[in-house]
């Protein structure tokens, strides 16, 4: 049975994933009575014949899920670090400053490691910020095969670190540490995606509504554009106005900047908190390399893989004046699969017989970059300013940590774009950003954007902790007001 929409909600939240859920969690930790829109369904699993991302996506016209893209994501959630809320120069020019700093979001941080059940420890990361307090968790275990590597690491005198992950694991914990981890659903709901970790308690509250299958048409304003009064919303093929005081878009990059653009007024004609242009500008995110460490003649056993990253080098390498990045272990998942036909049997043998690993460099942003709209829609996009020279360092890095330990490496010099950020992003000035320090568009009062949109830089680190610190942080002033 649907539940009918209430006539009035403190707040509508559009989007269930990192932003999104955590939002909405946060929001009923205060009391307040809130509608979570989402666009997709549950992913269930019984219905699946193949958990792996690329097959649910390519099987989905339309890729919309509960808890979003966090249902796929490696669960690796970093801090951003002290530096990268300060303007920094990089090669390519300058990562710019954030109008808050890292204390502002550190207590933050504490909440959403706690929430998402952040298993890590700061030895051997040179990078870690201060802290106020230690992981929630001790670290993941490494694999006896990843073991070896690490210890083969350390003795040829690099530092190695654990990747800070959200799973629950341990004596009374759901996850076994099996292979179809990264890129993958979780079975089990081991994985702390923003499903698992923040919407489901969310929901036990008893003060949010979730809505599946139900798009956000429209954000509603007020004659002259001042206020937020709500949503225009479509489920079943009916369309209905929601009133609410809060307004919060967390439906990711392309789906928040359309949403924001076509919710356009006389007062906001060109869309809503895009009175200069900046809506859809701003672009940032991560370059990201892969590289194969040769780890067995045999094809390697299904292994959880995903314990352990090299920081060592993540403010600057030795003669290179710019910050480089990280260089993290993945997950075992087919990717082989995605290759031509031709190459598809030398991929699989590299792939079946080595550790996939990856470094990530940032990505910045500038007014170009971001996306071109047609219209209400998206036509095309400007990718981020590449630091070419530092992602080459970055990878000749770490080709010479893993051969000084003994390990044949292959790395294709091919430039990926991840874990993109921006195209809304924080600022205290309206020309230069969409969003106030506490997420609220400039000038639009009770109007929120609350995910990957508003950082406005990547740093070097998965970004999705940060959403979630920011979730935290925006839904306690969402409820101070």
């Given at each position: 049975?649907v539940?009918?929409f209430?006539?009035?909600?403190?707040?509508?939240?559009v989007?269930s994933?990192?932003?999104g859920?955590t939002?909405a969690?946060?929001?009923?930790?205060?009391?307040?009575?809130v509608?979570?829109?989402?666009?997709?369904?549950?992913?269930?699993?019984?219905e699946?014949k193949?958990?792996?991302?690329?097959?649910?996506?390519?099987a989905?016209?339309?890729?919309?899920?509960v808890?979003g893209?966090?249902?796929?994501y490696?669960?690796?959630?970093?801090r951003?670090?002290?530096?990268?809320?300060?303007?920094?120069?990089?090669e390519?020019?300058?990562s710019p400053?954030w109008?808050?700093?890292?204390?502002?979001?550190a207590?933050?941080?504490?909440?959403?490691?706690?929430?998402y059940?952040?298993?890590?420890?700061?030895d051997?990361?040179?990078?870690?910020?201060?802290?106020?307090?230690?992981?929630?968790y001790?670290p993941?275990?490494h694999?006896?095969l990843v073991?070896?590597v690490?210890d083969?690491?350390?003795?040829?005198?690099?530092?190695?670190?654990?990747?800070?992950?959200?799973?629950?694991?341990?004596d009374?914990?759901?996850?076994?540490l099996?292979?179809?981890?990264?890129a993958?659903?979780?079975?089990?709901?081991?994985?702390?995606?923003?499903?698992?970790?923040?919407?489901?308690?969310?929901?036990?509250?008893?003060?949010v509504q979730?809505?599946?299958?139900?798009e956000?048409l429209?954000i509603?304003?007020?004659?002259?554009?001042?206020?937020?009064?709500?949503a225009l919303l479509r489920?079943?093929?009916?369309?209905?106005?929601?009133r609410?005081n809060?307004?919060?878009?967390?439906a990711?990059?392309?789906?928040?900047?359309?949403?924001?653009?076509?919710?356009?007024t006389?007062a906001?004609?060109?869309?809503l908190?895009?009175?200069n242009?900046?809506?859809?500008?701003y672009l940032a995110?991560?370059s990201?390399g892969i590289?194969?460490?040769?780890?067995?003649?045999?094809?390697?056993?299904?292994?959880?893989?995903?314990s352990?990253a090299?920081n060592?080098?993540y403010?600057?390498a030795?003669?290179?004046?710019?910050p480089?990045g990280t260089?993290?272990?993945?997950g075992q998942y087919p990717?082989?699969?995605?290759?031509?036909?031709?190459?598809?049997?030398?991929?699989?043998?590299i792939?079946t017989?080595?550790?996939?690993?990856?470094?990530?460099?940032?990505a910045l942003?500038?007014?170009?970059t971001?996306?071109i709209?047609?219209g209400?829609?998206?036509?095309?996009?400007?990718?981020?300013?590449s630091?070419?020279?530092?992602?080459?360092?970055?990878?000749?890095?770490a080709?010479g940590?893993?051969?000084?330990?003994?390990y044949?490496?292959?790395?294709?010099?091919r430039?990926?774009?991840?874990?993109?950020?921006?195209?809304?992003?924080?600022g205290?000035?309206?020309?230069?950003?969409?969003?106030?320090p506490?997420?609220?568009?400039?000038?639009i009062?009770?109007?929120f954007?609350v995910?990957?949109?508003?950082?406005p830089?990547?740093?070097?680190?998965n970004?999705a902790?940060?959403?979630?610190?920011?979730?935290?942080?925006?839904?306690?002033?969402i409820?101070?007001?």
């Amino acid at each position: 049975m649907v539940t009918p929409f209430r006539k009035f909600y403190d707040a509508i939240v559009v989007g269930s994933g990192a932003g999104g859920s955590t939002l909405a969690y946060q929001l009923a930790r205060f009391n307040r009575r809130v509608l979570l829109v989402e666009r997709g369904s549950f992913l269930k699993p019984d219905e699946m014949k193949d958990r792996y991302r690329n097959h649910i996506v390519r099987a989905n016209e339309k890729p919309y899920f509960v808890g979003g893209d966090t249902k796929f994501y490696g669960s690796a959630l970093y801090r951003l670090r002290e530096s990268d809320f300060n303007a920094v120069r990089h090669e390519c020019g300058v990562s710019p400053a954030w109008p808050i700093t890292y204390n502002d979001l550190a207590p933050y941080y504490d909440q959403a490691e706690a929430l998402y059940r952040v298993h890590g420890s700061p030895d051997s990361d040179p990078s870690e910020p201060p802290r106020a307090s230690p992981y929630p968790y001790p670290p993941i275990p490494h694999a006896p095969l990843v073991s070896k590597v690490v210890d083969r690491l350390e003795r040829s005198g690099t530092r190695v670190s654990p990747i800070p992950r959200g799973l629950d694991v341990g004596d009374q914990g759901k996850c076994v540490l099996c292979s179809t981890c990264d890129a993958y659903y979780c079975p089990y709901d081991a994985k702390m995606d923003a499903e698992i970790a923040a919407l489901r308690p969310a929901l036990a509250t008893g003060n949010v509504q979730l809505a599946t299958e139900t798009e956000c048409l429209r954000i509603l304003t007020n004659a002259d554009g001042t206020r937020v009064e709500g949503a225009l919303l479509r489920r079943s093929g009916s369309d209905t106005l929601v009133r609410a005081n809060t307004v919060a878009a967390c439906a990711g990059l392309s789906d928040t900047a359309t949403l924001l653009r076509r919710s356009r007024t006389e007062a906001h004609p060109e869309g809503l908190g895009n009175a200069n242009g900046c809506l859809g500008r701003y672009l940032a995110g991560h370059s990201v390399g892969i590289f194969f460490v040769f780890a067995s003649l045999s094809e390697i056993p299904p292994t959880h893989t995903k314990s352990f990253a090299i920081n060592e080098y993540y403010h600057g390498a030795p003669d290179w004046p710019y910050p480089t990045g990280t260089i993290q272990i993945a997950g075992q998942y087919p990717f082989w699969e995605e290759s031509s036909r031709l190459v598809r049997p030398f991929t699989r043998y590299i792939g079946t017989r080595s550790l996939l690993c990856f470094y990530m460099t940032e990505a910045l942003p500038s007014r170009e970059t971001g996306f071109i709209f047609k219209g209400d829609e998206i036509h095309s996009r400007r990718l981020p300013l590449s630091n070419a020279k530092t992602f080459s360092r970055l990878r000749n890095l770490a080709i010479g940590m893993f051969r000084r330990a003994g390990y044949l490496v292959w790395a294709p010099p091919r430039e990926n774009m991840w874990h993109e950020v921006g195209t809304a992003r924080l600022g205290v000035d309206p020309k230069e950003s969409v969003v106030d320090p506490n997420c609220q568009v400039h000038g639009i009062g009770g109007l929120f954007v609350v995910d990957a949109s508003v950082l406005p830089s990547a740093g070097a680190l998965n970004t999705a902790l940060t959403i979630n610190a920011l979730a935290l942080r925006a839904g306690a002033h969402i409820s101070s007001l």
